[in-house]
């Protein structure tokens, strides 16, 4: 029972069935384990946990998905999370392997319930720079920022600001360029019948539309790009001015590196 999870009468009736042989026993139900788990396979994994772990200059984060909440705190769910980032932190894992796989399998098995480890990330901090992470109260958002250029104290704290900004702020992207014209593109398209449909746009000069259209989407991409939001220490500048305000406090030219943010399921 300690090993399978299984109830009482499952492991007497595999023991019966194998002939008393207990490796046996176990081998049997833990097939039947994986058939019970591959039948709640397209159950969605909406629940689960981000784990995030720091070890000198490297840093681990891996998020992993269960069916239910009641799981997610299962004692034995959090601890083999541990165990995952912490192997990927030990064998320099930069995403998901056959051994986290092999692992959460082993835990599947046992609670039948369908489980994922859906992204893994390694994060290597370079000489002169700091790091911060946050893993929020609920366990469902992590994040991990990186600033490049100083080590000052004032630069550590302005990290770990990032990464309760980009908690409470979850933007799409780190900067405009990053935003597929595409979308871009289909916000246009929308702003632009929004703007037909308004009466207060009616009779206004083509060249003055383009311009009020232009703001609009500006405007939107500054909501959900990173480095155009404006921060959350400072709801008057964005993230860009407050790097560069920083940089010029500790008399070094700030950038950032890696900009991390696992929210659960997205």
């Known amino acids: 029972r300690d090993k399978t999870g299984a109830g009482m009468m499952e492991c007497k009736k595999a023991l019966v069935d194998s002939n008393g042989d207990p490796a046996a026993a176990e081998k049997l139900l833990k097939e039947k384990g994986l058939a019970a788990v591959a039948k709640r396979s397209d159950r969605a994994t909406g629940e689960g946990r981000v784990f995030v772990k720091q070890d000198g200059n490297k840093i681990a984060i891996v998020e992993m998905t269960c069916e239910t909440d009641f799981v997610a705190k299962n004692e034995d769910f959090i601890a083999l999370g541990e165990k995952l980032v912490s192997i990927t932190l030990e064998k320099n894992y930069s995403e998901v392997t056959q051994e986290h796989k092999d692992l959460l399998q082993e835990l599947a098995i046992k609670i039948r319930e369908n489980m994922e480890v859906r992204r893994v990330n390694l994060v290597t901090v370079p000489e002169n720079a700091v790091a911060s992470t946050y893993v929020h109260h609920n366990f469902k958002i992590g994040a991990v920022v990186v600033v490049k250029g100083s080590t000052d104290e004032k630069v550590t704290h302005f990290a770990h600001e990032c990464c309760l900004h980009l908690a409470v702020n979850s933007p799409a ?42 703001g609009k989407v500006n405007k939107h991409l500054a909501e959900i790009c990173f480095m155009d939001q404006m921060f959350i220490d400072d709801e008057k500048k964005s993230v860009a001015t407050v790097l560069a305000e920083t940089g010029k406090a500790v008399g070094s030219q700030l950038e950032f590196g890696q900009v991390i943010l696992y929210v659960l399921g997205k």
């Open 173 to 214: 992207y780190i900067t405009k360029a990053e935003v597929p014209q595409e979308y871009v593109a289909e916000q246009e398209e929308i702003f632009r019948n929004q703007m037909a449909e308004d009466p207060k746009m009616a009779g206004k000069p083509a060249n003055v539309l383009e311009g009020i259209l232009t």
